[in-house]
């Protein structure tokens, strides 16, 4: 059997449901789906750099991923993430199929979760998820907030970033209407 | 009461968000309790628990996971140059920067520190109802119109129990009992007089645009 083939299956049916029940209000509700295995590894560092350089080396010694790039910005506030060849992306192609756009993304959720656990961060939130199918990369970008006064500290995250036209093809959270721009 | 009558009084409601310093006297908050009460629910299992809060210091932790659940996520939006989009709407550059800002520091769901009354609303899991969310639903609706005929405002809030990690953080905050078997936390009503005069009736979709006869689709009455 094809273990992996199968837990996408089962993820997909279970992330499409989701989204049928709550709408987009699954986004916000799925961010223990993925920890348990990091959970279960010796993540260590003191800072959000090298937790994340610890996660990226478990995540990629377990093939969860084949490679994973990160960068932080936003003034330390913003952590994105660049996932290729993810063994979730068939989950993502099957939520797709559904017509969904993938929201549960286990790698981002592992990293976030270490830094809750690790650092003690106040919140933080999965901005924006978006796959490339052709290349089976995902970018993430993940909102770090260390103290509950960092909310509210706004910076351009996409001043510069070199996948910004990509970014700007793909899908947003809260413009899926048009006629969400207050009028 | 008519028909009309009972219509103005849905479409005269709007959600308030500044509310006079004055208590809410207990017969109130009776009548609006028991409007839920009344609330439809499956097979009649009432899975609803309310839990009435006074408490300022109580009011102000939710008011800050308030905050910080939707501050959060706008900050994030902002930052990727979504939130903007959705007011581009508002022409003079400067309001449109105070709103922005009210949005994106979370200040918008600030509110229950000033609200006399605050109603959490969560659903006993155990109690064998499938209609746990919907039933809860119902009951949150019927205690804001409840609120309403009695001349008092009130705003239906989600944003401290959006993400699983808040819901888990406003649980502790109300000594809720832990577990995902046992209560779902739907959100929560703050409820006080009106002070504030908000434009009315903001603009719905014509029921052209939404209602469709006999087959999705079909927009001609048959």
Known sequence: MDSIKYCNEVMARLETLMYQELSGMAYWKCEFVGPDFIRSKNIEGKNVAEITESCIKEITAAGIAKGIEYKTGGDGMMLKLKVDGCMHQEKEALVRAEGVNPYICPVANMVLDMIHQKLKFETSYLAKLAIDEKTQRCLVYMALYETADKIGHVTDWLKDDEDLAFLKSQPSQILAAADRKKK | ?222
């Open chain 2, 1 to 222: 009461m008519t028909g009309q009558e009972f219509l103005d009084v849905l479409s005269s409601r709007k959600s308030i968000r500044r509310y006079k310093p004055d208590p809410i006297p207990d017969e109130m908050i009776d009548m609006i309790l028991e409007a839920a009460r009344w609330a439809p629910t499956g097979e009649n299992y009432q899975p609803w628990r309310f839990i009435v809060i006074r408490d300022q210091e109580t009011r102000n932790k939710i008011g800050d996971l308030s905050k910080q659940g939707s501050g959060s996520r706008m900050t994030a939006w902002y930052c990727l140059n979504e939130l903007q989009q959705r007011f581009e709407g508002i022409e003079d550059p400067v309001k449109r920067a105070e709103v922005l800002e009210f949005m994106y520091s979370g200040r918008v769901s600030e509110f229950c520190k000033q609200a006399p009354v605050v109603i959490a609303v969560i659903g006993d899991l155990r109690v064998g109802s499938v209609d746990v969310p919907y039933d809860l639903c119902a009951a949150m609706e019927n205690m804001i119109l409840q609120a309403h005929a009695m001349g008092l405002g009130s705003c239906w809030v989600y944003g401290p129990v959006a993400s699983t990690r808040d819901a888990i953080r406003f649980k502790e905050i109300l000594g809720i009992p832990q577990g995902m078997g046992y209560y779902k936390v739907l959100s929560y009503l703050a409820i006080g007089y009106p002070k504030e005069q908000r434009k009315h009736p903001r603009p719905k979709l014509p029921l052209e645009e939404m209602v469709y006869w006999e087959k999705f689709g079909n927009k001609e009455r048959i």
